[in-house]
């Protein structure tokens, strides 16, 4: 599966942003899809996962509340609704998709480009 991530840009801090992540190929729905970030000089890090059916989702603590994270299986399309944005969450994003839903990035086959999130304060 090929993923393309969109959506990143520059907000002020509290606003929000949505970014999508479009799959490719027919199988896109036996998948679970996960968000990761990677901010300069630090590692990857989890920020949100979602079961294949969406039926299941997960967030790291540091975004439970403000980031929602779905999926449009008809659409091919995965979506992390990002608000109440923080200088913090500066970092490229980047969407994966595995057969098993994880929150460790070791464990995800596939992988997006990455968009740019860029939080002012």
């Known amino acids: 599966v090929q993923l393309q991530a969109s959506g990143g840009g520059l907000v002020q801090a509290g606003g929000s942003l949505r970014l999508s992540c479009a799959a490719s190929?027919?199988?896109?729905?036996?998948?679970?899809m996960g968000w990761f970030r990677q901010a300069p000089g630090k590692e990857r890090e989890f920020v949100a996962a979602?079961?294949?059916?969406?039926?299941?989702?997960y967030y790291a603590d540091s975004v439970k509340g403000r980031f929602t994270i779905s999926r449009d299986n008809a659409k091919n399309t995965v979506y992390l609704q990002m608000n109440s944005l923080k200088p913090e969450d500066t970092a490229v994003y980047y969407c994966?998709?595995?057969?098993?839903?994880?929150?460790?990035?070791?464990?995800?086959?596939?992988w997006g480009q990455g968009t740019l999130v860029t939080v002012s304060s």
């Open positions: 994966a998709a595995d057969g098993h839903v994880a929150t460790i990035h070791l464990e995800y086959d596939y």
């Open positions: 190929g027919r199988t896109f729905s036996s998948y679970a």
């Open positions: 979602i079961s294949w059916s969406g039926g299941s989702t």
